[in-house]
């Protein structure tokens, strides 16, 4: 059965929760021809509440099955966030190939955090508790102790292990095992490291060639619970090594380095076992600070699109970039291409195009003489939100302040900002519109914002404006967009 929902805001070809609430990307795993994508999930309530894994599989990470809840709270308490590997070589013993996913046992009563797990052998339909759980126990007087991630370490001879970040406080512990139960602590990372205004969480782990060179970094990518750009929760990132025990951060220790700029991405997970040379993630398009309060209304919560993430090398040191998935161009339904058009001094162009999905790709030549230019999407005459450039300052922001409903929180109708250091004589804004949100990608990924939007209508077209001196578009593509097809599983 396709999904069907008529809600104004429900995003088109956004994963989101058909009723309920959803919150983090949990345990994504490729397996067997298929992406799992399991989530944060409350059946019960728009709100968060005891927590429950929800479940959606995928052949291409754009169009999704959603099947029946995979884990419910028990006993032991709420099943919070976590990771899933494949045990290719049935280290634990559970059976060939089992599916094994790790989590967080959150206890109402005490608030204490274990880890614990779970594994499937039918790829991922059902599932069977571990029952020495949990393999981690809470330590002692840490009260914010979740979300493993575990990944396979191989090492130099061919041999490896196991390994598992978990939040820890302000910092990360890394343990080792060789069986998926039995975990040794092996080190500590944070601290004093990148920024520590809030609790860390749903941390993260990957190892990617730097483009154009013979070199790899490994990436930690940590959740920050309040203080990123945006002013609420985010992810950043560190740059370093690891020698299967410990991280080590190849930049100083107060360098803070940010996933993206907007308010709406955090939790971001990666796909573990991919046959695929791509790193492919993706995050809870959501902040905390006014999560629950969403205008929508069965349903609270959406995931932003699948990325890549690659490494470049830029003046200041290796980056992450990031580009939305080659899988995504099978939505593209119409393109309208426009060359060497100029926004004239203080006017605007707008192409004679509108629909409630769209994707952009817009090349403009940067004029240092112009005070500011960009997009403005509207999505009805009232409602816009607005894609600028400040030349002068090498400022990137992205402003929501007229994009429609913003009062249910305060902080929910701003601008963010950020300085784009690589700035050319050429900027590249690639736009990803839906019912309900933005996602732009300046210059091939090295700045991303997702923001969530909640319009009146959704009906949206383009002004193109230049303020002070005429901007030049090289080119410009504009698709109209498919929705993607959801499904629920009978
Ligand atoms: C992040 C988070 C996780 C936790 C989960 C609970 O958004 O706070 O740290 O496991 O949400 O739903």
């Not at 949990?134 to 196991?162: A, C, M, Q, S």
């Not at 099978?330 to 100029?342: F, K, M, Y």
């Not at 894609?387 to 300052?393: A, H, K, L, N, Y």
């Not at 997702?450 to 209508?457: K, L």
Request: net charge negative.
């Amino acid at each position: 059965m396709n999904m069907e929902f008529s809600e104004p805001l429900r995003p088109l070809y956004h994963f989101s929760v058909p009723k309920g609430w959803l919150n983090d990307p949990n345990g994504m795993v490729y397996y067997d021809g298929e992406y799992h994508l399991f989530y944060q999930y409350y059946p019960h309530d728009t709100v968060w509440g005891p927590m429950h894994w929800g479940h959606a599989v995928s052949t291409d990470m754009v169009n999704w099955t959603h099947l029946p809840i995979a884990l419910y709270p028990d006993d032991l308490g709420y099943i919070f966030s976590g990771g899933a590997v494949i045990d290719w070589h049935n280290t634990a013993g559970f059976g060939a190939e089992a599916l094994v996913v790790f989590y967080t046992y959150h206890d109402p009563k005490t608030e204490n955090q274990s880890q614990a797990l779970a594994y499937s052998l039918d790829n991922g339909r059902s599932w069977t508790k571990y029952e020495g759980n949990p393999v981690i126990p809470t330590p002692r007087n840490l009260k914010n102790f979740r979300d493993p991630k575990v990944l396979w370490y191989e090492d130099e001879n061919g041999g490896g292990h196991w390994v598992m970040i978990v939040a820890a406080g302000d910092a990360v512990s890394f343990y080792t095992s060789h069986d998926l139960i039995n975990w040794q602590i092996s080190s500590q990372f944070g601290f004093d490291q990148g920024a520590t205004t809030g609790v860390w969480e749903t941390p993260d782990m990957f190892k990617l060639a730097v483009q154009n060179s013979q070199e790899t970094r490994w990436i930690l990518t940590v959740g920050l619970g309040e203080g990123a750009p945006a002013g609420g929760s985010g992810m950043q990132y560190f740059v370093g090594t690891f020698d299967g025990a410990a991280f080590l951060n190849e930049n100083p220790k107060e360098k803070v380095l940010w996933a993206d700029y907007g308010a709406d991405f955090y939790a971001a997970q990666s796909w573990s076992d991919t046959k695929d040379t791509r790193q492919l993630w993706l995050a809870w398009m959501n902040d905390w600070r006014y999560a629950l309060k969403i205008p929508t209304t069965t349903w609270r919560g959406s995931m932003t699109l699948p990325r890549e993430a690659r490494l470049t090398q830029h003046a200041a040191g290796i980056r992450m970039v990031q580009s939305p998935i080659k899988e995504l161009e099978q939505l593209r339904l119409e393109g309208n291409s426009w060359q060497d058009v100029t926004i004239l001094a203080n006017s605007e162009f707008v192409p004679d195009v509108s629909g409630r999905l769209l994707e952009i790709v817009a090349n403009l030549e940067v004029n240092v003489d112009a005070s500011e230019f960009g997009v403005r999407v509207y999505s009805n005459p009232e409602e816009f939100t607005t894609v600028g450039i400040q030349p002068d300052e090498q400022i990137i922001y992205v402003d929501r302040t007229h994009a429609g409903i913003s009062t249910f929180h305060e902080s929910f109708c701003e601008a963010h900002r950020v300085e784009h250091v690589d700035f050319g004589k050429k900027v590249q804004l690639h736009l990803f519109v839906d019912s309900s949100s933005i996602e732009l990608f300046v210059d091939d990924g090295v700045i991303t914002f997702s923001e969530r939007i909640f319009p009146n209508s959704s009906d949206f077209h383009l002004r193109f404006f230049a303020v002070g001196a005429d901007i030049a578009i090289k080119d410009l593509d504009i698709f109209l967009l498919d929705g993607a097809n959801f499904l629920l599983s009978s």
